[in-house]
């Protein structure tokens, strides 16, 4: 968070911020949502109800956590001061809740949601989270985490339906609901409106499973020295319709890679896409990497391996509607993959959304990103679909993509060390049987 003008997140992206006081602001229109914050330790929960901060209590003992009502100052906001909180607190999540008195109230009724991070010295963050519309009623907005010395701020946009009582539960706070009317009926004690945690999954949980947006992106924690994981990558499609079934719908996955031995941390954004002239310039991800050659790629006439590098593997060549699945091992490995499809010039000029194409990436820990596509372009033999940057210290980020080749054009791909992409500059090389 240094430098000027403002940055903005995408859902599961995350920044570094430094230890000075954090103001997070909540804006949106149609409807009143509360903003509240859980301290929560390494282990997902709570140490007691005192670590919840919302309106009825409005700072936690310490008053490294203070909830600001909306006034001429400013929205609902929630100020964090990283440096002053217990040793015990790993993260301080930020939840966006509907008035648990109306039930009727979903965040489909509110407009313009936003999530905005100020810090002294520092540019503003801002994040949008993806439209809510399937009933739900509170949302983890962003969370402010522990990363070695420092700290993280880290873009979630996952909304719940059960509200504010049940998400608080999940991280160990007691909420107590009302109680029934007695006879005769006496006024009962309002319960203490409780702000819902959403149940995403920070640093070390699972993600649970999510769909990526247009352009969207998810990040799936990892241990970047466990062995024992494994990275799953799945080309799914159906083929679309019973006549274009049989008139062929062979998809070939191929997975573009640069290995961290390679891959730069560039002034290009990873997933960007540039033209022929683009030159890869940046900071080597590993040291002694200056002069490591870029990109290779896996697919079904190189099959790869996880034994030795590229620790990348392709479990087969499916010819007919189904799946192709690349494994990942070693993520200290690698540095960007790009997963790409390809479809046979005799599958005739149907889209890749016709054929129901899709990528899964999943951990096969509990967090499982789909990549869906959503245009019907037609005539093209390439699309890249999603990067996967192994770059960040803290697990995988998957970005949609989305990209495809110029018309009737067969050159596959290119993906550049600092983990751009250029369409139409990579080999010709026709598919035979």
Known sequence: MTGTGMAELGKGGNTGIGAERVTVELHGTGGAVDLSALL???????????????????????????????????????EVDPAALPADVDRVVLIGSCDPDDTTRTFRDIRGLRVRAVQDGAEPVEFLPPPLTDGERAVLLVEIYRRGAGWKLRAIGQGYANGLAGLAEDFGVHVTQPAPPQAPPTPAPAPVPVPSPARVDPPGRPLGAISLDKGGRASISLDKEDRELVVTATL????????????????????????????????????????????????PLSPGSAGATGADVVYYKNLGSLAEPPFIRLDGDSRKPGRETVRIVRPREQGYVLLCAYSAVRNGIGSFADFGAKVIVTDGRGSTVTVPLFENTRTRFWVAIALADFTSPDGVSIRHVEAYSSRMTERRPVLHRDGSIRMNGGPVEFKRR
């Open 40 to 78: 929560v330790t390494a282990d997902g929960r709570v140490g007691s109800d005192d670590d919840m901060v919302f309106y009825n209590q409005p700072s936690t003992e310490s008053g490294a956590v203070r909830h600001l009502p909306a006034d001429a100052a400013g929205p609902e906001r929630v």
């Open 236 to 283: 799914e499609w159906d083929g679309g319709s019973a006549e274009r079934r049989k008139r062929g719908a062979d998809l070939d996955l191929y997975a573009l890679f640069v290995p961290a031995s390679a891959a730069l941390h560039g002034v290009t954004e990873p997933g960007t896409l540039v033209k022929s002239r683009h030159v890869p310039e940046g900071t």
